[in-house]
């Protein structure tokens, strides 16, 4: 009887421990036991000290390994005791903070799961070390250079900045046999010309401008399209490839040239969800990576996935567009019709991000994330204009109301069904109806 019940113990520990290896399941591991709590871009460099305690605390390596250019230190994690060598580094650009949350997760996940087959594999046959926020001047700026204002990942040759040079002298020294470089891209990059954000995009960065192939890139191509093909699971519209085109100055270029051939992960958006769930994405990527070299299934894996990805593309989508405006403008004669499309700009999530007016006119072939139909509406600038560039700040009138709009103080001598203000509705949510 005892026999038979270990028996059942041990076929449902090795159940549990292949279950945990599905994107699905990696997911569902993050909700339950991440550590990271702030939305990735409100996480400072003080933010990061006490994560990074956190690690320590459970055991892990963490060590100091250099100093920024506003002497922040600047931190190496490491895991693992294997002969593959696997080099991380996030946040080169400071407003880019998207991996830096994910690597502490990932981190604390592997730490604290030791005895899971899987995990203990990756354990056994790899090394990883990570330099979570190269750039913490920046970080600290919430803007994407150094303080010396020199872009980091254009420092590869030149090695002007201190963070730099931190970050050559660390590959140099190690010679890790793969690396992944880890950014956030614009939110309105798209799948090719489709109207669908690139949510994630990923390259296997080659090392010169002829591409010349290795069994580096051809392994991080395998390795690339086993990570699509988890974050299809979750975003099966929104995987795009980056540009490849060879940049010699920049480090991912210059990492595959010097021998360490490099898998470049570029994190978007995805209208409707928050910076968390991105984590998340970035939390099942990184480890199904890991976990397909560390068992070696990555060696029979089809590229295809990465390999038939459409490349990221641009200009086909603004975050909003107000389709239909009968638009009214105190110093115009005429109303006229238009629609309206809106940007809102990159901002730490704790800040309101401004919102611009990006065009006007007959916007046919540009696509909203979010769009209203406003053709019930006569639309009036709050502030009194209404120009390409200037904040997106609307008053909402109904067309059956008489409005006097050369009034000087419009809005409270008529009040406005709804206010669009900041990128929200101030007043009057619902009252305009949504497209999509």
Known sequence: MKLAAAAFLLIVTISMNDLSQTP???????????????????????????????????????????????????????????????????????????????LMDMFAFLQTNRELAWVKKIEQAMTIRAVPMLNPDGAELYQRRNLQAIDINRDAMALQTPEGRLLKSLRDAWNPAIGFNLHNQQSL????????????????VYGDAAKTPSEGLSRNERVAAAMVEALQRFIPNNVARYDDGFTSTAFGDNFTAWGTPVILVETGSLVGKDEMYLVRLNFVAFLTALRVMADGSEKTHDPQAYLSLRENGSGSVTHIIFR???VVIPEEP????????????????????????????????????????????NVAPRFGTFKVGEPAEFLFYKKDRQIDFSSKELEKNAPPDAVFSTGKWIKGEGVVPKKN
């Open 24 to 102: 699905e399941d990696l997911a569902s591991i993050w909700d339950k036991q991440h550590i990271t709590k702030k939305f990735p871009s409100d996480v400072r460099h003080s933010d990061l000290k006490v994560y990074l305690d956190q690690l320590r605390k459970l055991g892990l390596k963490v060590d100091e390994v250099g100093r920024s250019g506003g002497d922040r230190e600047i931190y190496q994690v490491e895991f693992g005791k294997g002969p593959l060598k696997v080099f991380m580094w996030s946040q080169m650009h400071g407003d880019e903070p998207t991996a830096t949350s994910a």
């Open 334 to 377: 005429k109303p006229f019709r238009s629609d309206i499309a809106v940007n809102v700009e990159r901002r730490r999530a704790s800040f309101p991000a401004p919102n611009i007016i990006r065009e006007v006119g007959d916007l046919s072939s540009l696509s909203g994330l979010e769009e209203y139909d406003v053709s019930g509406f």
């Open 324 to 326: 239909g405006a009968n």
């Open 189 to 204: 990059t798209t799948v090719g010309r489709s109207n669908k954000q690139a949510t994630i995009s990923l390259l296997v």
